[in-house]
């Protein structure tokens, strides 16, 4: 039974970001700025692109390049910024925002979320720092911030 269920699971996150794939374009209009993301106690400066919120999806969204950095990663654009490539904490993390594949030490692994690109830099979910990095990931209502920490 135990394997049934973890394959129907397996199934269903695959079935997810097929029918999901690509980067997907959020209307200015669903995008809410002015939002902040902490490592542990330390903000973070963003440059080209903005982490925001899509209110249509209710999500937060985070630029790859600054976070990556931050965390003492490697992050790598290729093919004008659609593809990034990420090494991190004995990871090599590869994400190609035309398909919204990732793929985790050259294997391909679910991501049910959309992937965004704009700015020639590719922002994730928040969700990405805890299903890849076992980041905690929450979200403090007082300071409108995302708070990442382990």
């Given at each position: 039974m135990k394997k049934i269920c973890t394959l129907m699971l397996a199934f269903s996150l695959v079935f997810v970001s097929i029918a999901f794939a690509g980067a997907t374009e959020i209307k200015e209009?669903?995008?809410?700025?002015?939002?902040?993301?902490?490592?542990h106690s330390q903000v973070l400066e963003f440059t080209s692109s903005q982490p925001f919120i899509d209110t249509l999806g209710n999500r937060s969204y985070i630029p790859l390049p600054q976070l990556i950095e931050a965390l003492n990663g490697t992050y790598t654009g290729l093919e004008n910024g659609t593809i990034a490539e990420i090494s991190i904490q004995d990871q090599q993390i590869r994400i190609n925002s035309n398909t919204n594949e990732v793929f985790v030490?050259?294997?391909?692994?679910?991501?049910?979320?959309?992937?965004?690109?704009?700015?020639?830099?590719i922002s994730v979910p928040a969700a990405f720092l805890a299903s890849f990095l076992d980041y905690?990931?929450?979200?403090?209502?007082?300071?409108r911030s995302i708070v990442i920490y382990k």
């Open positions: 209009d669903y995008k809410h700025y002015g939002i902040n993301v902490r490592l030490n050259d294997v391909l692994t679910p991501f049910p979320h959309n992937i965004y690109y704009s700015n020639g830099e905690k990931v929450d979200w403090d209502y007082g300071s």
